[in-house]
T-cell receptor, first 116, second 112 residues
Framework: GAGVSQSPRYKVAKRGQDVALRCDPI?????LFWYQQALGQGPEFLTY????????KSGLPSDRFFAERPEGSVSTLKIQRTQQEDSAVYLC??????????????FGPGTRLTVL | QQQVKQSPQSLIVQKGGISIINCAYE??????FPWYQQFPGKGPALLIA?????SEKKEGRFTISFNKSAKQFSLHIMDSQPGDSATYFC???????????FGTGTRLKVLA
């Protein structure tokens, strides 16, 4: 595809359920980022992959959050035992190079997660 | 020290007017400052970016002004149009890392 795609676009989960959010980056992009965007706020960094290697997961809010990119392309963000405070838009971004700031990050449309 | 403070939270401008959004930072290691535009239901899209070795960068109707000593930068949208109505985020990064620190956003509405 021409851009970063994410699925599902919307997800409603009951508190305690596990969810999996998918990101398809732009083909050939080395770097992949996950951000969390709370309502009315700017995106906040969660984790960063360079190819299949997760180089930084310092932004993951708890050990209930887990991300993977096993083949260096598609990535999945998994949230276990969802809580209401997990409700947010989860954005995926990719960039061509190895994470340098000069490489523009291209964002997907996000997945809006609502935990009831 | 990692925060980027953005103001105003919301802005209403008449068509043809100038929209001005301001950001301030503390971390002197920041050396890359992009502005992103986000429409409802869409992801942020890069609008324009600047490095602190210049004080101003212009691309079409969009201009970034940068004041290194004050640790402030701003986005100016000239001849604002209804199609510019969106949320704008400033961000900051130091080129030794890859994390963007985003401001809280400014919701711009341009009246026709």
């Amino acid at each position: 595809g021409a851009g970063v795609s994410q699925s599902p676009r919307y997800k409603v989960a009951k508190r305690g359920q596990d969810v999996a959010l998918r990101c398809d980056p732009i083909s050939g992009h080395v770097s992949l980022f996950w951000y969390q965007q709370a309502l009315g706020q700017g995106p906040e960094f969660l984790t960063y992959f360079q190819n299949e290697a997760q180089l930084d997961k310092s932004g993951l809010p708890s050990d209930r959050f887990f991300a993977e990119r096993p083949e260096g392309s598609v990535s999945t963000l998994k949230i276990q035992r969802t809580q209401q405070e997990d409700s947010a838009v989860y954005l995926c971004a990719s960039s061509l190079g190895g994470g340098r700031a000069t490489n523009e990050q291209f964002f997907g449309p996000g997945t809006r997660l609502t935990v009831l | 020290q990692q925060q980027v403070k953005q103001s105003p939270q919301s802005l209403i401008v008449q068509k043809g007017g100038i929209s001005i959004i301001n950001c301030a930072y503390e971390n002197t290691a920041f050396d890359y400052f992009p502005w992103y535009q986000q429409f409802p239901g869409k992801g942020p899209a890069l609008l324009i970016a600047i490095r602190p070795d210049v004080s101003e960068k212009k691309e079409g109707r969009f201009t970034i002004s940068f004041n290194k000593s004050a640790k402030q930068f701003s986005l100016h949208i000239m001849d604002s149009q209804p199609g510019d109505s969106a949320t704008y985020f400033c961000a900051a990064n130091d080129s030794g890392t890859y994390k963007y620190i985003f401001g809280t956003g400014t919701r711009l509405k341009v009246l026709a």
